[in-house]
């Protein structure tokens, strides 16, 4: 009604008409039942829909500008709104290095003593210098109020002091610093006080992490930390403090992370609301150090990418029972989930991915382990779906193998014998194909040991040089 109420304003010639006009609008708009709320739900409405921690930038749908144009959208719809929607200064707080001068300035002023969410963001176009330290000038002398900060490159001259002071306000902090300006020295994170402390998202950042002060997490998320500063009895040591969190993201640690002796704590770490757990790239031996005391009954996303860091001595039964074994039920359950999942064979690794391109958010896991021997991996695999997994799963199988070995073959002759196994596909390599087909072997062979029972395809994709007749053999396979 606001524009409605101007449009006809300037098609009003008289006084008399437009003051008739704006009577006239505003007692329709007094008489509509959005207008007669009471004052005081309507920004307790406002904070429901549209809650102002949620705008920092973490999609394109959920910017600090969008969120302050949505508050002005919302102030037009009458007097009756506009009131309590400027005076309600927990509506307020949000200061952006995205959002105009004035409208930081407004917002900081209409904010009052409430907390504070800052927002450093990305140095997308029109990003200035200027601008941050800006921001920094309004927000830097109320650091005791900021609730919400996330920092992306932030100067380092201007706020290590106060990255180093207690935050009794702080509920989330995230922080991404490029490499070439860390500081050469751990920093002490909020002085050892951060006691609303719930989301972590700390990216190249040198910080004492001490299992005394990160307390109550919700949500932790480590990324590019320096070698020296982090290891498996760390994280252990954090997990263990913080019983009641739902995400841990743990990423590129680095060779050092995976040094290691025998983490502390040796028992169980029961997280009961743990709901997603990824360890992506820190060493097959740190994982080896860090998954077997974690425990989390309602995990519901699993990502594990586990690498060979060093040449120290692997054992990869040891690993697959003790760092996988308590997931087992887990894993059963995703692939029942889903109606199929991937596993790739490579000359060096192994990946199984049970998820939906269609529901990224849904139950999922990725499995990734180099440096494993299919002889030992692909038992495991069949073992997990012999129990009692759905037998109208489908298991796609990729094969990218160059050379198959007779440490290989072992592990093809056991998924061989998997139902699920519906589709073969393989890549590249002539010998490795050729062996593998042989494991399908002719009709008095299949009678006798019924491999690969539930095949409903086998693709050859390169491999040029094969003799076709050999393929004849095998009446769903075809060339790509």
Avoid at 161 to 176: G, T
Avoid at 361 to 380: C, G, Q, T, V
């Amino acid at each position: 009604m606001a524009f409605l109420r101007d449009e006809l304003f300037e098609r009003s010639a008289l006084p008399s008409s437009k003051a008739k006009l704006l009577t006239m609008i505003n007692q329709w708009n007094a008489a509509q039942p959005i207008s007669q709320l009471p004052p005081e739900l309507i920004p307790h409405i406002i904070a429901l829909g549209f809650p102002i921690a949620d705008y920092l930038g973490e999609s394109s749908e959920r910017l600090p500008r969008r969120y302050m144009e949505t508050l002005a959208s919302l102030a037009t719809i009458s007097w009756a709104w506009r009131s309590p929607i400027v005076g309600t200064s927990s509506l307020w707080g949000l200061l952006s290095t995205n959002l105009p001068s004035h409208v930081n300035r407004i917002s900081l002023q209409r904010s009052g003593n409430c907390p504070l969410m800052v927002e450093i963001g990305p140095r997308v176009h029109g990003f200035t210098v200027e601008k941050v330290n800006e921001v920094l000038d309004m927000a830097l002398p109320r650091w005791d109020r900021w609730s919400h900060a996330s920092l992306w490159c932030p100067p380092l001259d201007r706020i290590m002091d106060h990255l180093s002071s207690a935050a009794p306000s702080l509920e989330f902090f995230r922080i991404w610093l490029p490499w070439e300006e860390l500081p050469d020295s751990p920093i002490n994170l909020f002085g050892g006080c951060a006691p609303r402390l719930q989301t972590v998202f700390a990216s190249g950042l040198p910080a004492v992490w001490d299992s005394k002060v990160f307390r109550g997490l919700r949500k932790l998320t480590l990324d590019y930390i320096e070698n020296e500063r982090i290891s498996a009895g760390h994280i252990l040591a954090l997990l263990n403090a913080n019983p009641l969190l739902e995400s841990i993201d743990i990423r590129d640690c680095g060779v050092g992370f995976s040094l290691l002796g025998s983490p502390p704590v040796q028992t169980p770490i029961q997280l009961p609301n743990l709901k997603t757990l990824s360890l992506d790239n820190i060493g097959v031996e740190a994982t080896g150090n860090i998954l077997p005391f974690i425990r989390a009954p309602s995990c519901e996303i699993f990502r594990l990418k586990a690498s060979r860091q060093t040449h120290n001595p692997f054992d990869a039964i040891k690993f697959l029972d003790q760092s996988l074994g308590h997931f087992d039920a887990f894993l059963r359950f995703t692939v029942d989930f889903h109606e199929s999942s991937k596993l790739c064979l490579d000359q060096h690794r192994i990946e199984w991915v049970c998820r939906s391109p269609l529901t990224p958010d849904a139950r999922h896991f990725e499995i990734k382990i180099s440096d494993i021997k299919m002889n030992l991996s692909i038992p495991w695999i069949a073992h997990l779906l012999g129990q009692g997994v759905d037998p109208a799963h489908r298991l796609i199988v990729f094969s990218r193998l160059v050379r198959v070995g007779d440490e290989n073959l072992t592990g093809l002759r056991t998924l061989a014998l998997v139902p699920n196994v519906q589709t073969l596909r393989m890549d590249f390599a002539q010998q490795s194909a050729e062996r593998i087909l042989a494991l399908l072997g002719g009709a008095d062979e299949i009678m006798q040991s019924p491999t690969f029972p539930g095949l409903g395809g086998t693709y050859v994709r390169t491999c040029l040089l094969m003799a076709f007749r050999d393929l004849g053999k095998h009446a769903n396979a075809s060339l790509w």
